[in-house]
């Protein structure tokens, strides 16, 4: 390598570090937002649609909130956490299974879980756009 082509790579590599390193910031801060949006559905500061199995009409939006069910001391369901949703569980009687996103939005569309086994009639099923349900994935997988 000559000397006049060393500073020129040089220059090169750093350029190229500073644009990977704001491409990093810059995924996770469009993360954090995505986190951020889906713990407000999970909280039901912002409003969900959903109804229960058998019924004609939506549920009204205050009983859709996932932490009614699933989190404090009236807790009828257990806390959604990334352990609890990413490792390989027994639930409900079936062979162990895990979570991913896809099969995380089938359940709260229709009540399927991983292993096929259906969930009970309490929880309400959710009707939801993608967006939405990758917000609640990543605020609850990764908390
Ligand atoms: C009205 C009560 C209720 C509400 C509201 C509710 N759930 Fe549930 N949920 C349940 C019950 C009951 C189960 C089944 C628990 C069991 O099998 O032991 C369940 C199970 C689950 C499971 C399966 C957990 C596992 O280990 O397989 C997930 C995931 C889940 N709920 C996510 C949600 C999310 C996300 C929301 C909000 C969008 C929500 N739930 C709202 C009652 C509720």
Redesign the pocket.
Known sequence: MSRATRPLLLGLAGLAATAGLAAATQHWQERARWQEAGQA??EGSRP?T?R?VGHEQD?PPQ????????SGSSA???A?TPE??TRH?P??GGPP?R?DEAS?CR??RSGV??AWVL??????R?T?PDRECRE?WLA?STR
């Not at 009983?63 to 699933?70: G, Q």
């Not at 969930?119 to 309400?124: C, G, N, Q, S, V």
């Open positions: 559905l999970y969900l959903a229960l549920l009983a859709t909130r996932c932490v009614n069910c699933h009828i369901a257990p959604l609890r949703l569980l639930r409900r299974s979570y995380f359940l709260l879980d991983p969930l009970p009639r309490a929880m309400p959710y939801l609640l609850l």
